[in-house]
């Protein structure tokens, strides 16, 4: 974060970026509606590293149980999102195969990682890319 800072014209700790960050916080609704209808026939998880200044952001504006059955943040859990520890956890919780989840994330390294773990993937581009994707899968 200090090499980023210093780029970006930031003198004073990286700090100051995660506080920026949280203070620019943009919650998608839209996508926490569709997240919600789903939940209504799936078993839905957060799964993501983001890190514990947006987590306390992301918490102060969104009832996360209101959209998810479970949520892991990596920086909790001490884990990166697709180590296998991880992934056998929220296999044994949701009582599920591999082949039985579907990563949505926007990182196509995650994507990757998560096809060659053996799950179903959605790369995430936009809600309504996102709607049609979805659609299609069920």
Known sequence: WSGLSKKLGFEYHWSILATNNKKNLIVNWTLLEVIKELRSNFKIALLSNMDPTSISGIRSEVKLSDFFDKV?????????????????T?????????????????????????????????????VQEFKKEINSLL
Do not use: H, P, R
């Open 72 to 88: 892991y943040f990596s920086s909790e859990i001490k884990k990166g999102k697709l180590e296998q520890e991880v992934v056998n």
């Open 90 to 126: 929220i296999l044994k919780e949701f009582n599920a195969t591999t082949q039985e989840l579907l990563l949505i994330d926007d990182y196509s390294g995650n994507i990757e990682k998560a096809k060659s773990l053996g799950m179903k993937t959605l790369l995430f581009k936009d």
